[in-house]
């Protein structure tokens, strides 16, 4: 059994093919993986579950909240939870990113998606 078996992570993603494809590579390597199609939905989950250990966030998102103010919400009620966030539009601001949070570009390779998250986790 490999470390990744034993880690959680929650993608969210408002293109339903980015979800499903970096969902089903990160299932391949091993994560344990939860989806959301927008950031109330993605709230909704860590509410209900404690074993989130990395959230996966796109910044354009439809809903009440994109993807910056998700993972500041998720940084100010779950500490623990490590942050990556993604777009292939914007680059945010340093300032702007919750602490500790790694930005990654669009278009991404899942092995560089799953190599960050094994970083944030080592």
Known sequence: MTTQSLV???VVE???FLLFAIADEL???GFN???ASNADQAIHILESRQDIAILFTDIDMPGSMDGLRLSAAVRDRW???KIIITSGKQQPARD???S???FLPKPYAPEAVAATIQGLLD
Do not use: K
């Open 27 to 29: 299932r391949e390597a």
């Open 100 to 102: 500790g949070g790694v």
């Open 79 to 81: 500490p623990p939870v």
């Open 33 to 35: 993986v939860l989806e």
């Open 8 to 10: 959680t992570v929650l």
């Open 14 to 16: 408002d293109e339903a």
């Open 96 to 98: 702007a990113m919750p």
